[in-house]
């Protein structure tokens, strides 16, 4: 004899890469045997302490064909892409009829947003280049992010001609990307200048915007 004993309900909307709160049913056995597995499919993790969580079967042990009521818990995982995610949890056991449980949850796309890493720098005209750093928080796992980088103010012949430039994080990545500006060394003598960098035209991502409204 296999029972279970459940009352889990929809995971709800859980945002893509963290995790939903915990359900739980109580597996138990008797006459049985062998040991009982318990399986899980799709975006969901399972867990014996409701602490340590993966996608790894669960083998309870039987004791002279019996095992006592024990908990299961259940999250909810979900990866990309985004909508609504189905799962099975399976419990079996060798001579007796599997019980299976359907799971679902809706995984929802967190907006990717990317910003400037610092919003200042000082160097002199004979540094060659100055560095403009930029990161991404929740990157799309299949759509690139790009975005112009504008010269809002400052004259751009001082900056090798710049021009605006565009820059792209790859998908699925979250590592900076840097963009190096030319600096022109003339021999005229000239006070301190001050530049404005901003950021333009924002594509891509999980509805990619801007996290701040900083300047550089």
Known sequence: NLSIVENI????????????ASQSISVSGS????????????DFQISTDDSTFSTSDITLTANSGTVNS????????????????????TISSSGVDNQTVTLEGTAIAVNSE???????????????????TFNIVNPSADTATSFDVV????????????????????????ANQTL?????????????ETFVFTLANITGGNNAAQASTNNF
Do not use: H
Not at 9 to 19: E, K, P, Q, V
Not at 33 to 42: D, L, M, P, R
């Open 9 to 20: 309900t929809d995971f709800g909307n859980t945002n893509i890469g963290s995790t939903s």
């Open 180 to 192: 190096s500006i030319a600096i022109t060394d003339d021999t005229t003598w000239e006070l301190t």
């Open 114 to 132: 990317i910003d400037f890493v610092s919003t200042a720098a000082t160097v002199n005209e004979d540094a060659g280049t100055i560095d403009l």
């Open 31 to 42: 006459d049985l045997q062998g040991n009982i597995t318990v399986a899980v499919t799709g």
């Open 70 to 89: 024990t908990p299961i818990y259940v999250r909810f995982a979900p990866t990309a892409p985004s909508g609504a995610k189905t799962g099975t949890l």
């Open 151 to 174: 010269l809002q103010s400052g004259e751009a012949s001082d900056l090798n001609n710049y021009t605006t430039q565009t820059v792209t994080f790859p998908a699925n990545s979250s």
